[in-house]
């Protein structure tokens, strides 16, 4: 192959698997950048939203703006665990403070659904008492149209940094922005059934379905992040694809027990990979080390790996857990090698547990007689956990 092919073949597979990484400081200035943006806006929309809604008479429109609120706190909320999440691992915690992002969502969920709970009881008991309807004005049209433009308008920059930065939590805060965007349009809606159409109780409607709205959204975030609190899975069509990716990579045959979970943007992950059953323990180490290395470059989201070194399918049995370790088996074997003089021709003795039995490998410095090997073989044999004996003598 031509060094020119090889070099666009190279070429390739970087483009193909390689994402850029933020580090954790990368990755809170972002957040913070966009967070602040959110911060600024949701100020004056509210205040916009709060004023207009009490001199529009819109019950919707000020249900809107509490909404607005809401997001002020679960922007502050955000601002707060990313700095908190952006910390590097420690001896407290050695696998990094991602996970403060995960309970700060919940935190957020649990604030929108006590939000929503208060919005729509206040609601109902006005379309119970229809004395306490309020009849909006057209003005109120208008400040809901500014409100949607602006709620849809942060969704698509909070979303932009969210998956440039691979974050959850500015990702849950993106889709919270467009959740207002569609609760404005439900009370752009409602206010102009009321307003032009004289039919006051609908914006009082608008409002409970606001309050839906915020509602649906809290309980998703809590049940969200109470799963990765709880380390479920990824998703499984993302397990088999790296189930996929590794059982290809040189010198792994096999794998099973693949086990991920999620701590913020990472994924943590732990597999059992099965290798040829001769290999030295430097070679396994090079071959879990290769797919440490890959499956982190071809899924950038994968930051801490564990890879377990099986010489046979352990995933049922274990057949050798039962077997004599080496120094009870040499307690067996070194007083009959004594017995014929053969301890000091022997080198090294290698020893893999196999199949439910001890095969060994024995490496001489000398030739042996076809008698001393006889015995040598022998004396092995005694030993019932002992399996296949293999013996490598100097030439010369």
Not at 142 to 156: C, P, S, T, W
Not at 197 to 222: C, K, N, S
Not at 332 to 350: C, E, R, S, Y
Not at 358 to 365: A, C, G, R, S, V
Request: glycine content about 4%; charged content about 20%; hydrophobic content about 45%.
């Amino acid at each position: 192959m031509s060094d020119t092919m090889t070099k666009t073949i190279d070429s390739k597979l970087e483009t193909d698997i390689v994402t850029i990484k933020y580090n954790n400081q990368q990755r809170y200035q972002a957040t913070r950048k966009v967070t602040l943006i959110g911060i600024v806006i949701n100020i004056l929309l509210s205040i916009v939203q709060l004023i207009g809604g009490v001199f529009t008479y819109s019950q919707a429109l000020i249900a809107d703006g509490l909404h607005t609120l809401s997001d002020l706190a679960s922007d502050f909320v955000v601002l707060f665990a990313s700095k908190l999440a952006s910390k590097d691992a420690d001896e407290d915690h050695p696998y990094g403070h991602e996970r403060i992002e995960t309970v700060a969502t919940v935190v957020l969920g649990m604030a929108l659904a006590g939000v929503a709970v208060g919005i729509a009881l206040n609601a109902l008991d006005r379309l119970i008492h229809f004395e306490k309807l309020l009849q909006p004005t057209s003005l109120a049209i208008l400040l809901a149209l500014v409100a949607i433009v602006a709620k849809e308008g942060l969704y698509q920059y909070t979303i932009h940094i969210a998956n440039k930065i691979d974050s959850n939590l500015l990702r849950a805060n993106a889709w919270h922005h467009r959740s207002d965007a569609i609760s404005s349009l439900l009370v752009a809606l409602g206010v102009a059934g009321s307003a032009l159409l004289q039919i006051p109780w609908l914006d009082a409607v608008a409002a409970i379905l606001v309050a839906i709205m915020i509602f649906y959204m809290g309980v998703r975030l809590i049940l969200d992040s109470t799963m990765e609190l709880v380390d479920t899975s990824v998703e499984l069509n993302k397990v088999s694809k790296i189930k996929t990716f590794i059982s290809q990579l040189e010198g792994v045959e096999s794998l099973h027990s693949l086990r991920t979970r999620k701590m913020g943007s990472k994924v943590l992950a732990d597999v059992h990979i099965q290798v040829n059953s001769y290999l030295t323990v430097s070679e396994g180490h090079y071959i879990a080390e290769n797919v440490i290395n890959k499956t982190t470059q071809n899924f950038p989201e994968m930051t801490d790996i564990t890879v377990h070194i099986d010489p046979e399918n352990d995933e049922t049995t274990s057949p050798s857990g039962k077997l004599p370790s080496r120094n009870e088996l040499m307690k067996h074997l070194t007083p009959q090698l004594q017995k014929t003089g053969l301890a000091d021709n022997i080198l090294d003795i290698v020893l893999h547990y196999l199949n439910g039995k001890i095969d060994i490998e024995i490496y001489l410095i000398t030739q042996l007689t076809n008698e001393n090997m006889t015995i040598l073989m022998e004396s092995c044999k005694n030993c019932e956990a002992v399996g296949i004996v293999t013996v490598h003598q100097k030439i010369a």
